[in-house]
């Protein structure tokens, strides 16, 4: 069974940054796509950004230029640093990874406010 340690999150000022982490074990399979994705309360869970195993990134437009995914694969971890925070991107924040099939963390919540 694949375990997610996520850590990172909390409340900031708009402006500001926080990093994301997400560290899976005990994966039988090798781990394809590791990404994040985040849901505000009333609202669907919506993807935030992905990154495969060769690096490839995605990201919603919503945070482009201001998100960064990046992984280590030695380390089976994904990391999500985030800048230029705004009230809009307060939600929980869950890490999802594949291997094989599809594993989900607990969350974390990240609140943006002055």
């Known amino acids: 069974q694949v375990q997610l340690a996520e850590s990172g999150g909390g409340l900031v000022q708009p402006g500001g940054s926080l990093r994301l982490s997400c560290a899976a074990s005990g994966s039988p399979f090798s781990i394809t796509s590791m990404g994040w994705y985040r849901q505000a309360p009333g609202k669907q869970r919506e993807l935030v950004a992905t990154?495969?195993?060769?690096?490839?990134?995605n990201y919603a437009d919503s945070v482009k230029g201001r998100f960064t995914i990046s992984r280590d694969n030695a380390k089976n971890t994904v990391y999500l640093q985030m800048n230029s925070l705004k009230p809009e991107d307060t939600a929980v924040y869950y890490c999802k990874v594949t291997a094989y099939r599809a594993y989900w963390g607990q969350g974390t919540q990240v609140t943006v406010s002055s």
């Open positions: 990154i495969t195993s060769g690096g490839t990134e």
